[in-house]
């Protein structure tokens, strides 16, 4: 079972191949969604300062009578955090807020901050004195592991070549529809372990004709077809929901992807319109100059 399957990180430290997702999902509705997620078998519980609920995933935590050291928990520093300052606050702010003894995986959320996303500056010296932190914290023993989300292959190599740990994950977008192939095996390549987030396109690729075709012929949902896909790549996917037996059915990925069907699916017509998540900047959205989200024609960049 999958839920029971890990992976090794490049520091020996195991993580569940499969891990659970908690963006946009806050208040009472997160702790009861993280209780029943842990109930459900996930051991793998994904946060950040960012999504305003810590304090709730700690919560869901402590109180899911499932032992602490049996609970594998990641979070996020701020993107805007790019000095080393900040970047310590931030880590005594989660654990704080998590109000547990220490966090397993800790990572950047973003090269750039959000209202600069993907935009010139690659922030190269405000990563390093945010990666600087991390390392602090990790050689204290306050995170058991450090990585990074969203950055490129040119991010990763500023890190592993000015530092003095290398990143130990990766979490970016991926998924059918938009599989960034040379990212993944740049990532590879550097020992990196790639952690897919929205492995479902925030249920964009529930129209996609491609996906809905082979999940169809193999019998199964289309997001359990998207999440067997990512692991199919070896890559581990974080999917969220508040809804306990969509946690399961997420977690129901014990088949295979006959190599011809994930040909189709890697080639799949990318999406360009994620609805109501284009506004934020991981699916195409601007921040403007007062943090506030405005729209924009997405371009999946491979």
């Given amino acids: 079972m999958v839920l029971n399957e890990t992976y090794t990180l490049a520091n020996g430290i195991e993580i569940p191949k499969l891990g659970f997702g908690t963006w946009m999902i806050e208040g009472d509705a997160c702790v009861q969604a993280v209780k029943d997620a842990i109930e459900v078998g996930y051991r793998h519980i994904d946060t950040a300062e960012g999504y305003g609920n810590e304090r709730e995933v700690g919560k869901g935590i402590r109180e899911s009578g499932v032992p602490r050291e049996q609970i594998f928990l990641t979070t996020k520093l701020e993107a805007a955090y790019k000095t080393y300052e900040e970047a310590k606050a931030g880590i005594e702010k989660s654990l704080a807020d998590l109000d547990l003894d220490y966090i397993d995986l800790m990572i950047i959320h973003s090269p750039q901050p959000w209202d600069h996303f993907r935009e010139g500056d690659r922030y190269f010296e405000g990563n390093l004195a945010a990666w600087r932190a991390l390392e602090e914290a990790y050689e204290a023993g306050k995170v058991r592991a450090i990585g990074v989300s969203n950055f490129e292959a040119e991010d990763?190599?500023?890190?592993?070549?000015?530092?003095?740990?290398?990143?130990?994950?990766?979490?970016?977008?991926?998924?059918?529809?938009?599989?960034?192939?040379?990212?993944?095996?740049?990532?590879?390549?550097?020992?990196?372990?790639?952690?897919?987030?929205?492995?479902?396109?925030?249920?964009?690729?529930?129209?996609?004709?491609?996906?809905?075709?082979?999940?169809?012929?193999?019998?199964?949902?289309?997001?359990?077809?998207?999440?067997?896909?990512?692991?199919?790549?070896?890559?581990?996917?974080?999917?969220?929901?508040?809804?306990?037996?969509?946690?399961?059915?997420?977690?129901?990925?014990?088949?295979?992807?006959?190599?011809?069907?994930?040909?189709?699916?890697?080639?799949?017509?990318?999406?360009?319109?994620?609805?109501?998540?284009?506004?934020?900047?991981?699916?195409?959205?601007?921040?403007?100059?007062?943090?506030?989200?405005?729209?924009?024609?997405?371009?999946?960049?491979?």
């Fill in 156 to 302: 990763l190599d500023n890190l592993i070549e000015n530092g003095t740990v290398k990143p130990m994950v990766n979490q970016i977008l991926c998924h059918i529809s938009n599989t960034p192939a040379h990212l993944i095996a740049a990532c590879k390549e550097r020992g990196v372990l790639v952690e897919a987030y929205s492995p479902v396109a925030h249920g964009a690729v529930m129209n996609n004709p491609e996906a809905k075709a082979v999940a169809d012929r193999l019998g199964v949902s289309i997001p359990r077809l998207c999440i067997r896909y990512c692991l199919e790549l070896g890559l581990l996917p974080l999917p969220k929901t508040a809804n306990p037996a969509h946690m399961a059915d997420n977690a129901d990925v014990d088949f295979a992807i006959p190599a011809e069907d994930m040909e189709v699916l890697k080639a799949a017509k990318p999406i360009t319109n994620y609805g109501d998540g284009a506004i934020f900047p991981v699916y195409g959205g601007k921040m403007d100059d007062k943090g506030n989200l405005t729209a924009r024609d997405f371009v999946a960049r491979a």
